[in-house]
C-alpha cells in the first residue's frame, strides 16, 4: 500500500478482502505492504498458504477478490499474475524470475520493498535489517568511510559525487556540532524512487542516516520530505518512532554510547528546495534561495555547521553495503560507476514501473525489455532522462549505457533517475517548453541569470509553439543558454537549458518544422495543427455543427459543412462527434484538402 | 541631517578601554556616516586599528538610525549573545544616538566618539552644514550656516575619523590582478579589494554594509584554478591568487546579463546612475533580449517612500537593509521564479507596515525603486541624501 497502489485503487481492494475473509470465515493473516515498483499490475496482492505456492494477482478489483481466493484454495492458479518463487509444475502462469520485467533487475535496495510491511519495524528486523548499523557502531568512524571507498558508491541525487570523499571532508571538520540531512525532495516529473522506498521500506533510509551521522560525528538529522509525499513522510516518522522505541535512534544507540536523533521536515515545496544550500535555508526556515557554494555545506552548512546531505537511495545504498558487505556491491555497475541505480520509466512504455538494474545497462534493456516497450502502435522516438536539467536521447542512441559519464556526453544527465518516454505523438519543441515552464515556475527567482535567462526561454519556445517563431529564435535560445550555463548562481539555472540543447541536437528538423513551415508533425502544438472535413467521409449529419462550442461549423443538411478556421480553437470536439471519422486534425496552419478543392473550383 | 564632529582622539579612545575589553563597534548608517565619522568603511578602519592594537573587536554593528530607540533595541535582540559577550561598545553616533544605546545597554560601558551640534542639511560643495544649531552649542543663529572645518576649528575637534591620526596598517598580501601584482588586505573581500586599488568591478547587489548574496552575477570574475566564473563579491582573497577581471569572454556575459536585468525591468531603470554607468561603459545601445513589461502599482502610502516595483530588479538590497540596518524586516520577497516580487509587510501597503521611516532601503536601492518622496519625481542619478533635509523626525527628537 503506497501511493501509487492506494491511486489505483488498493485501499477498496483491502476493504473488499477484509469483508470477504470475514464472510468465508477464513482465519488469515492481512499484512499491507508497499510498492514493488511494478505500477502496471497496481493493485496487486499475494496470496500464501502453507504447502501452496505464493501466488501473485495483479490488477484486482474488489468484486474479484472472493473468485481469487476460492481459486486459490482450490489450487487454480490460471487467473495470477505470477508466482512469487518456483512455479508448480505444468502451470501457465510463469513465476516472478521467468517474466521480464523481473529478470533483468537487481534489486538491491528495492528487494524488500512490495515484501515487508513498511510501517512494521519487526518485519524490517526479520529480514536482517539494523545488522549494518551494528557492525558501523562497532567500529570507528574512518572504518565505515573506508569500506564505501572500496564500494566507490556515488550520489545518487544527480550528480554522482563519491559519497565517502564528501564524508571524509565533513568527518575532518573540527566542529563538534553537525548534521546529517537526507534528502527526500524528488520534486522532478516523472520521478518516484524516492516516494517508493520511503513509502515501502524507510528503515532502510533511516539505517542509512543514521549510519552517516556515526560516521560523521553528527548527532542530528533530518529528513526533508516533499510535503507532497504526506505518506512517505507519515512512514518515515512511524519509523523513527519505532526505532526510537527499540533502541536504533535516540541516545546510547545499542549500547554503543552514540547519540543521533532525527526530525521528519516537511518541504516547502519547490523543485529548488532540493539543491543542497536551498534546503538549507529551508530548514533554517528561511527562503528557499541557494547560495553561492563554496563554502560548500560539508564545512557550513546548516547553522553554519558542516552539513552532509545524501539522496535517500543513496543512504539506502550505504545501509545494504554496510549489510551486505562492499564486495557485493562492487561486483555490480561499471569500472567507474558501482552498484545498482533506480530508475522510473513513464510516458510511452507497456509497462510504468520503477526498476532497479545496475548502473551501465543500455537505455534499450529499460524500455524494451523492461518497461515492454511502445503500446500498439507507436512508436518511441526518445526519453528524457533526468528530468528538467536533463536532456533527451533520442531512439537511434539507445544502446547507450546509463552510466554518469556516457550520458553526460549524450547530453543528458542520470539526474534523479527519472525516464520519460516520448513517442511520435509528443512534440519535441513542446516538451522542451514543458519543462522550461516547469524550471520558470519553480526555481527561486535569486540571482537574475536564472530568473530572466528561463523566463526568457520559455517566452521564447511559446513563441515558437505558438507558430510565431522566428530563425532568429534559435539563436537567442543559444545564446541565453550559454550565459545561463556560465553565470547561473545554481545548478538549477545552470542545467536549465539542457532540455532545450539536447532537442536541438537531436531534433533540429522539429525546430525547423515549427518556424519554417509552421506545422507539428506529433499534431500537439494547437496554434500549428489544423482540422480539416473529409467530404468524402462525410454524410451530411450535421452531429459537428451542434457539437461545436464555438460555432465555427455551419453547413445544410446533406452537404459537406465547413470548418471557419479564423473560428475554430481546436478543441477537437467535433473530430471526436463526427460518427463517420470525417474531421481530420492534420499538421499545419491551413487545410490542404479543401484549399486544393477551393482552387479546383475557381478554375 | 544631524551635524556632528569626533570629539575623541584616538588615544582618548584607548584611555576608555582595558586591554581585554570585547569590543562591538556600533555606527549608524545616516547623518554621521555623511559628517565622514561613521559608517561601515570607518567602522573597519577602526577595527583594523584596535585590531592592530592588540584589542578583541567581536562584532561591527550597523545601524540605520541609532536615534530610534526601538531600533538599537531590536539590534540588542538579533544579536543577544554577542552584546551580552561584549564589555564595551564604541559608539560612532551623534549624541542623540549615544542615549538611545545606553538606554538599551545601561550596565554596558559605552563610549561616546562624536558631538552634536544640531541639524543642518548637505551641500555637494561644502559638505555637511550646521544651519539650526542647538541652543546649548551657544551658536548664534547664522544665514549661511556653519561647514565642519569652522566647527573642528572654534571647538577645538577633529576633522576627520581616526585613522587620520594613525594610519592603519593590516596584513597585505599581493595578488595578480589582470597580470599586475596588487596589494590587498589578507582574507578580505576580493571585490571591496579591488575598488580599493581602483579597479571597477560592475555589482548591483553587493554593498560592503550589505554583505554578498551573489544575485546580480555582474561581478563574475575568473580565478585561476577555480572552475568557471565565480562571482568576485562572494569570493574571500587567497595568498597567490591570479584574477582577471576583464576579457572577452566576460564582457561578453556582461553585456548580456545587464541587458537581461534591462529587458525585465523596462528602459526606465537605464535611468539610475549604475545601470547607465555600465551601459555606457559596455556601450549598449540596444537590448538583445526582450519581455513583456512589468505592469504594476506604484505604492506611495508611505509618509516619505515611493517604492515602484517596475524599477525593481530584485537585488535585494532593500531586503537586506530593512533587515540588517533597520532590524524591522518590513520589506521582503515573496512568490519564486519568475514571478519573484519585493512585498512590504505581509503585502500590505507600505503605509500600514511598521516601515521606521530610517530610509535605509532608499538609501540603497541602485535603480531608484525605493526613493524618498522629495526626490522621486526628479529621479536623479545622486544618492538621496545630497538632496534633502530630511531628518523632520530627528528634530522632533531633540
Ligand atoms: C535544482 C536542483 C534540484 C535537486 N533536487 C534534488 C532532489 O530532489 N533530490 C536529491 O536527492 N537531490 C537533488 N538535487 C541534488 C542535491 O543538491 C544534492 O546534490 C544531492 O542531494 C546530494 O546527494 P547525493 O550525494 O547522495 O547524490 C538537486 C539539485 C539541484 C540543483
Ligand atoms: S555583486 Fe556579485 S553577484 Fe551581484
Known sequence: MASCTIAAGADEVLQSINHTVNLMGLDVEITPVGCMGLDFIDPWIELTKKGYPSV?????????????????????????????????????????????????????????????????????VAVGGYQGLKKCLDRKPEETIDELKKANLRGRGGAGFPTWIKWNICKEQPSNVKYMIANCDEGDPGAFMNRLLAESDPHRILEGLIIAGHAIGAHKGFVFVRAEKP?????????????????????????????????????????????????????????????????????KGLWGMPTIINNVETLAHVATIMAEGWEKFAALGTEKSKGTKMYCVTGAVTRTGAYEVPIGTPIKTLLYDLAGG????????????????????????????MDYDS????????????????????????MARFFLSFTTAESCGKCSVGRIGTRLMHETLKRITNGEGTADDIELLKETSDVMQQACLC?????????????????????????????????????????????????????????????????????????????????????????????????????????????GCTQ | MIISVRSLSYDELKRNLNHDDKIVIWSCDTCVKHCGIAGMEKMTALEDLLKEDGYTVLKKELVSESCQINLAKKHKAAHEDIFNESTAIILLTCEIGYQCVKTVFPKKKVIATAKTFGSGNFSNKKGPILTSPLPTTGLAPEPEGYTLTMLVEQFNLYPKFFDADKEPN??????????????????????????????????????????????????????????????????????????????????????????????????????SRDIRYWMRRYKITENRFSLPKKDEIVD??????????????????????????????VINFANRGSNTVTITGLNEPFASTDCAHCLACAHYCPTNAITPKSISKKISGYPFWTMITYPKKLARTT
Open chain 1, 56 to 124: 501473485i494477482y495483479a490488477n484486482v478489483t474488489p468484486d474479484i477478490v472472493e473468485q481469487i481466493i476460492r481459486e486459490y484454495l482450490d489450487e487454480d492458479y490460471s487467473s495470477a499474475y505470477a508466482f512469487r518463487f518456483r512455479k508448480p509444475d505444468g502451470s501457465n502462469v510463469p513465476s516472478l524470475d521467468e517474466l521480464d520485467v523481473w529478470k533483468n533487475q537487481v534489486r538491491w535496495i528495492s528487494g524488500k520493498c512490495g515484501i515487508i510491511n513498511p510501517e512494521s519495524i519487526d518485519d524490517y
Open chain 1, 491 to 599: 545548478a538549477l539555472g545552470r542545467t536549465a537549458s539542457n532540455p532545450i540543447l539536447t532537442t536541438l541536437r537531436y531534433f533540429e528538423n522539429e525546430y525547423a518544422d515549427h518556424i519554417n513551415s509552421k506545422k507539428c508533425e506529433a499534431l500537439v502544438c494547437k496554434p500549428l495543427v489544423t482540422y480539416c472535413m473529409d467530404s468524402e467521409k462525410c454524410k451530411g449529419c450535421l452531429v459537428c455543427v451542434k457539437s461545436c462550442p464555438v460555432q465555427a461549423i455551419s453547413g445544410e443538411k446533406g452537404s459537406t459543412p465547413t470548418i471557419d478556421q479564423t473560428k475554430c480553437i481546436k478543441c477537437g470536439t467535433c473530430a471526436e462527434a463526427c460518427p463517420f471519422d470525417a474531421i481530420e486534425k492534420v499538421p499545419g496552419m491551413i487545410c490542404e484538402k479543401s484549399v486544393k478543392l477551393e482552387e
Open chain 2, 300 to 329: 506611495d502610502s508611505n509618509e516619505v517612500l515611493v517604492k515602484d516595483p517596475n524599477r525593481c530588479i530584485l537585488c535585494g538590497r532593500c531586503v537586506r537593509a530593512c533587515a540588517n540596518l533597520s532590524g524591522q524586516k
Open chain 2, 170 to 271: 593590516p596584513e597585505k598580501i599581493t595578488i595578480t590582478v589582470d597580470g599586475k601584482p596588487v596589494e590587498v588586505k589578507k582574507d578580505a573581500n576580493l571585490l571591496d579589494e579591488l575598488s580599493a586599488n581602483r579597479i571597477r568591478i560592475p555589482h548591483l547587489c553587493y554593498d560592503s554594509s550589505l554583505g554578498s548574496i551573489g544575485a546580480c552575477r555582474m561581478c563574475l570574475v575568473k580565478i585561476e584554478g577555480k572552475r568557471g566564473l565565480v562571482p568576485s563579491c562572494c569570493t574571500q582573497i587567497e595568498e597567490g591568487m591570479i584574477v582577471t577581471t576583464e576579457d572577452e569572454e566576460i564582457t561578453k556575459l556582461r553585456k548580456s546579463i545587464l541587458q537581461m536585468i534591462i529587458a525585465e525591468c523596462g528602459d526606465e531603470i537605464q535611468q
Open chain 1, 374 to 401: 511502445p503500446p500498439k502502435g507507436k512508436t518511441i522516438k526518445a526519453v528524457q532522462l533526468g528530468g528538467p536539467s536533463g536532456g533527451c536521447v533520442p531512439a537511434d542512441r539507445f544502446d547507450l549505457q
Open chain 1, 231 to 299: 505518506l512517505a513522510a507519515k512512514r518515515l516518522l512511524k519509523a523513527a518512532e519505532d526505532a526510537r522505541e527499540k533502541g536504533f535512534l535516540g541516545g546510547n544507540i545499542l549500547g554503543s554510547g552514540y547519540c543521533f536523533d532525527i526530525e521528519v521536515f516537511l518541504s516547502a515545496g519547490a523543485f529548488v528546495c532540493g539543491e543542497e544550500t536551498a534546503m538549507i535555508a529551508a530548514i533554517q526556515g528561511e527562503r528557499a534561495n541557494p547560495l553561492q557554494r563554496p563554502p560548500f555545506p560539508a564545512v
Open chain 1, 407 to 430: 550520458l553526460q556526453s549524450a547530453g543528458a544527465i542520470m539526474g534523479s533517475g527519472g525516464m520519460v518516454v516520448l513517442d511520435n505523438t509528443n512534440c519535441m519543441v513542446d
